[in-house]
C-alpha cells in the first residue's frame, strides 16, 4: 500500500513539473508577441479636428487636445514645402504662405493646411477615472491629399483613407523626418518620390522625437 502511494505522489509531481514546464514555454512565446504587437491591433487614431477629442473615447480628451497643439507646432515646421502655390493647392487647396520664421529669407514656398493629425498609441494603457485610456506614443500632423483622398504624414507616406482608428505598427508610426520636405516639380507619386517628390513612399531618414517634446 505504501509504495502504490509513492508511486502515485510521484506521477502527480511529474504531472506538475511538466504543467510548470509549459506554462513557463507559453510566457515566453507570449510576451514576445506582447510587445511586438500583432498588425491587428489598433496602433493609432486619426483626428480631423481639435472638438473631435471631446468625442473620441481612446484617449482621454487632455491628452488629445495636447497632442493636437504638438502637432500644429510640428506642422509648421516640418510641413511638405512646395515652389508652387498652384500646385499645392491641386494638391490639396487652400495653400499658405510658409511662416516666416520657418521661411529663412526665401519667398514663394508654400505649405498645405494641416487636415488632421495622427496618434499614436504606446504599448502600455493606463486606467483615468474608472476608463481604460490608451497611452499616446506620439503625434503627427497629417494632410489630406483631394486627388486620392487619403491622409499624408510629413514625409509622404499615407496613413489611410479616412479619419479613426488605425492598425498595425506601420500605420500609427509617428517618427518624424529630420526636415521639411521640398516638393518636386516633376510630379508625383512613387516615381516622384525618388526625385524628392511629396506623397510617395516614405523616406528612411525620419527622427523619432519624443512625445511632448
Known sequence: MTTTFTHDADKDAARGKRSRNLKLVLMAVAMPAALVGCDDDPSGKILTSREECSVQTEISREECEKAYSQ???????????????????????????????????QQGTYIPPMTGFLVGYALSQAMSGGRSYYHIGGVSPLYRDYRSGGYLRPDGKQIGTSSGTVYGKSAGDTALPARAMTVSRAG???????????????SSSGSSRGWGG
Open 71 to 105: 502637432a500644429l507646432i510640428e506642422h509648421e515646421k516640418i510641413a511638405p514645402r512646395f515652389q508652387s502655390e498652384q500646385q499645392c493647392n491641386e494638391q490639396f487647396g487652400a495653400c499658405q504662405p510658409l511662416p516666416a520664421q520657418y521661411a529663412n529669407g
Open 188 to 202: 508625383f507619386g512613387s516615381s516622384a518620390a525618388a526625385r524628392g517628390g511629396f506623397g510617395g513612399r516614405s
